[in-house]
């Protein structure tokens, strides 16, 4: 069976990283594993979150997959499986890989069927998976998302990132991905939200502002470090909470 799959969009600087990583962690914390955490921001930040290195993207080795010299006894299909499987990053309960930079201009029809086939083999391997992108509706509009089983939207709690949210399920929705639930999650919550959200969105869960994600910014600390009481730490893991109860129903209808 396909992973359980969470693509995380929104505005830029809301906090979609924040939040993929802290939801990586409370999926393994509550023994959800393993996790493929997929990093489809070209500036690529989520290891940073998680706490481990990338060595390369997806992207560097498309564009180098026909540049590079090929090691001898290799083939290129070899090799650009052999480099698709170095770039994975393995960590405690969860894999990361990072897409990288989208294509330029050259052929890579070769080398994109190849990355395809590999991403759909190395899925089957996961329980979840969750997919960080960048700002913006970008992402939404070429389809590097694919049809994930719950849109997450982070937005702050004012009136222009609810719009910017709302915006942003409208264009999935008109893109194929009508039948996908959506789940807007504010945060950076302060106590007040804009009155436009009610009636915008059926499901909707706040993160409060959390002191110590700022601290754990400035020292370049991983979300992983936050205390196991922290305010923003205990809301993503109740949105874990909702979001295995999804996957389980989702197991069970493909079941019967
Ligand atoms: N709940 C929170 N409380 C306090 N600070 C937060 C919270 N969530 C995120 N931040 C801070 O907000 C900033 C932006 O967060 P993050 O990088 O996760 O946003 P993003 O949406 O991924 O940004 P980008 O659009 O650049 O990818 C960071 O400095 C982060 O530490
Ligand atoms: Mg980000």
């Known amino acids: 069976m396909k992973p359980f799959s969470v693509a995380i969009s929104g505005k830029g600087g809301t906090g979609k990283t924040t939040v993929a990583a802290l939801l990586v962690r409370s ?28 060595r390369e993207t997806l992207g560097s080795l ?13 083939n290129r299909t070899d090799y650009i ?13 969860f894999d990361l890989i990072a897409m990288g930079r989208p294509e330029g201009t050259g052929c890579y029809c070769f080398a ?29 509009a070429r389809g590097t998302i694919g049809i994930p089983d719950l849109l997450l939207i982070v937005s702050d709690p004012g009136a222009r990132g609810v719009r910017t949210a709302i915006r942003i399920r409208n264009l999935a929705r008109s893109l194929g991905l009508e039948a996908t639930p959506v789940l807007l999650v504010l945060n950076r919550w302060k106590g007040t939200t804009s009155n436009e959200l009610p009636a915008a969105f059926e ?54």
């Not at 498309?62 to 290799?74: D, K, L, N, S, V």
């Not at 994109?112 to 391997?125: A, P």
Request: glycine share 6%; net charge negative.
């Open 27 to 54: 999926l393994i914390a509550a023994g959800q594993v393993p996790v493929l955490a997929v990093d489809a921001d070209p500036n690529a930040n989520l290891h940073e979150a998680l706490g481990v290195e990338i």
């Open 62 to 74: 498309r564009e180098e997959a026909f540049t590079e010299q090929i090691p001898p006894g290799m």
């Open 81 to 93: 499986r052999f480099r698709f499987r170095k770039s994975l990053v393995e960590s405690g309960g």
């Open 112 to 140: 994109n069927d190849l990355l395809t086939t590999s991403m759909q083999l190395l899925e089957r391997d996961y329980r979840f998976m969750v997919i960080d992108n960048e700002a913006g509706m970008e992402h939404v």
């Open 203 to 256: 499901t909707s869960v706040v993160i409060p502002e959390d002191p110590a994600i700022e601290e754990a910014d400035i020292r370049g600390d991983p979300v992983g470090s936050l205390p196991p009481d922290s305010p923003a730490r205990l809301a993503v893991e109740r949105l874990a909470g909702i979001i295995i109860r999804m996957a389980e129903e989702k197991e069970r209808r493909h079941r019967s």
